[in-house]
Each structure stands twice: as structure tokens, then as C-alpha cells.
């Protein structure tokens, strides 16, 4: 199949630190490229890839230094974006956008298949135009994301997946015992609360992740005071190796999340790594970890800080068992490639005649 592949452009794909999505992206598009595929990444001008590079600016947006808002920054470019995209589409099979409702009008004005992911969640603001375009064709990356109210046409739940060949396993974590955090330091995925779990039961914490330009605030009055370099360390942004080594060598991660979180990759990447999460079960989590088996679903800070203390009951194999079963590389692109051929089966159904045959080839839809 011929693959385009829409791109967030505020991080380069993969991210050099932070970046879920732009983490998924990348595996998803170098995978397809592995089994055959002919795919287009349009992204930032500094991201690596297996496929052609679509580069639509230099490179990752919060990289280049801007004197107007960083949402009106982001529009330009993404306007430019799905231009280059509408004007290129007759080149591809199938569109598969990660970047939300901007590629809505587009996809009505195409002859070929879009499909969205959705990352996030739909804001309340939103929800009309949500309503208005639920026609159009959905993937949900968790089932409690799902948003029925609004009617969106689900063809699918895909979960975000890792290449779990990176992420060694930790037999046994250090010593002496420490928790991780790791994540925007935003108040939805609670690090005040992570902090109050270590001192409550009186571990070191070690954080990593990104202070957002509107977490700023919070950050300095919430975060900051908190730190002080011994029991609560702030070790800033991680990349790889620095994730690998925090969460690794960790008695547990901890979630405390106070939203409803779509997914969290980095529940998968501790696991992964065979460290044990604690969070609370709120969206996504009790879809992501096996209560008292991989990890601790917990209602209140009370059981969060009992679950430190029954940690040495999870086998560490088990969590990245699990990983690899369920969250890899391989399960995420066979879904994904799973709903490509279903909706090109649906596009052979309502019009054989906007299909190729080499569209089909290899989907057991057709005989090669």
C-alpha cells in the first residue's frame, strides 16, 4: 500500500525527549515500511525515518524561535502541512492523520480513505465539530477513551505500541530502593501527588519529564518548592537511555494520574522494563495493567501507598511479559494494518472503481 502518514510538528518524529505520539508514529511508520509498504511521513524537517520524508519546516516547531503564539506558529505550519498533503493525495491509498480535527475538511474533499487516531481527548470545545464530521473514520487508543456520546464512527481500538527490544529487562531494581516519575509535569498526571506517596512512605523520588509553557505556573509554585536534590530529585528531560535507566532500575513507577487518561506509554515502558506501576485507575489504566499482577490500581493516596509496600509481590518478568504480548511493535502495526485493509475493502464495496488492485495485494483481499 501507498501510506501517508500526518505527523504532530512541535517534535521531530521520533522525539529526541518527550513525545508520545510522535514515539508511535515513527514505529508505526518505519514497521510498514519493514513489511513492504510504501509510506510517506509528512513531519517536521529534523525527524528520521525509513520512509520519504515529507519535511514541512527545518525542524521541530518548539525548536525555532517565534515571537507570536505558539498555537498561531502551529497552525501556519500545519496549514501548510495538509496543503502539500491535498495537493500529493492522489499518490497514496490511504491517509492516516494523528493530528486531529485540522484534517477534518480534508478528508471530506478526498476520493480516498482517512482514517484518525485519536491521541487525546475531544475538548469541550470542540464537540460540535466532533458531531458534525462523526461520519468520518475513528481510531480510539484505548477503549475508555471512547467518546459514544458524540456518536464517532470507531472502526477500531488500537493500543499505542514500543519496540520492546529497547527496553532491556531490570531483574531487580536498585538498591537501595527509590520510585520513578516520569511525564509532563502537569497537574493531570499528578506529581504533587507522586511526591506525597515517596514522603509518605518515605522513599527517594526520582522525576523526569517536560515542563510545558502552561504548566509553568504550576511547576514553580507546586513542583519547584518540593525539591530538594535528596529524597525528591528533578532530573529534568530523558531521553532513551535516561528513561531506561530511571524507570528501570525503580521499585515501582508511579501514576498518579488525576484525569482520564487516553493511554500513557509510560505505564508500557516501565513495564516493559520489568518495574512495576502503581496508579490510579482512572481512563485507560485498568486496560493497560493487570491489577495485582503487572502493577496497582489504586481509588485514593491511601491505597497508592499500601501498594509500595505489597510491590515485592509483582514479578518483574511479568510485567514485561505482558508488554510483549499485548503492547508491542508487531500487535500495534497489525492492527493498524488490519484496519487499512478493511477500510479499503470498504472503499472496493461502495466504488471498485476508485481502487487499484496493487491497493489490495498482499491483504488477503485479492491474490497476488
Known sequence: MRIAQIAPLWESVPPTTYGGIELVVSLLTDELVRRGHEVTLFASGDSQTLGRLEAICPKALRCLEIDVSPEYFNNIHQTLQLNKLFEQSSQFDIIHSHIGMATFPYANLLKIPIVHTLHGPVPSIEEDLWRYVNKQNFISISN?????????????????????????????????????????????????????????????????????????LYFENEIKPQIDGEQIEFLGEANHAMKCEL??????????ITWQE???????????????????????????????????LCQNIEECIAAVKNIDKISRVACRDRVVENFSVRCMVDAYEAVYQQLLLEKVTNDGSGVHLHQLKGLNLLSA
Do not use: C, W
Open 262 to 296: 487516553p493511554f500513557g506509554l509510560v505505564m508500557i515502558e516501565s513495564m516493559a522494563l520489568g518495574t512495576p506501576v502503581i496508579a490510579m485507575k482512572m481512563g485507560s489504566t485498568p486496560e493497560v495493567i493487570a491489577d495485582g499482577e503487572t502493577g496497582f
Open 144 to 216: 475508555a477513551q471512547r467518546r459514544n456520546d458524540l456518536g464517532l464512527n470507531y472502526v477500531a481500538t488500537v493500543y499505542n505500541g514500543i519496540n520492546t527490544q529497547k527496553y532491556p529487562l531490570y531483574a531487580q531494581p536498585n538498591s537501595p530502593p527509590y520510585l520513578a516519575f516520569l511525564g509532563r509535569f502537569s497537574p493531570e498526571k499528578g506529581p504533587h501527588l507522586a511526591i506525597e506517596i515517596a514522603k509518605r512512605v518515605g522513599l527517594p523520588l526520582k522525576m523526569a519529564g517536560k515542563v510545558d509553557v502552561v504548566d509553568r
Open 247 to 256: 524507570m528501570g532500575r525503580a521499585l515501582a513507577t508511579l501514576f498518579p
